[in-house]
């Protein structure tokens, strides 16, 4: 079992940057990829960019040249930042983690608001 906790989500004007932290307890031993999708009312999770063990990032084209996912393997911590905020990136964020053994599990989420 893996327990993710996240930090960082907040209320920031458009062109502002913020940092999401998110810190896995647990069976970290097990974890492959860490990353992030996010989530609007009504609408499909989809995602935002995710990192392996090894340090391979990828992205969605929406938040390309953007966002920088980072993460610190001794903590087992992922981290992202969010420059150049528009309003469209106005979601719930929620961290995830995949184990080699493909299990899936995901943070409570962490409300990101855009104001124009």
């Known amino acids: 079992q893996v327990q993710l906790v996240e930090s960082g989500g907040g209320l920031v004007q458009a062109g502002g940057s913020l940092r999401l932290s998110c810190a896995a307890s647990?069976?970290?031993?097990?974890?492959?990829?860490m990353g992030w999708y996010r989530q609007a009312p009504g609408k499909q999770r989809e995602l935002v960019a995710a990192?392996?063990?090894?340090?391979?990032?990828n992205y969605a084209d929406s938040v390309k040249g953007r966002f920088t996912i980072s993460r610190d393997n001794a903590k087992h911590t992922v981290y992202l930042q969010m420059n150049s905020l528009k309003p469209e990136d106005t979601h719930v964020y929620y961290c995830y983690c995949k184990t080699w053994g493909l299990a899936t599990y995901w943070g409570q989420g962490t409300q990101v608001t855009v104001s124009s």
């Open positions: 990192v392996t063990s090894g340090g391979s990032a």
């Open positions: 647990g069976s970290r031993s097990s974890i492959n990829i």
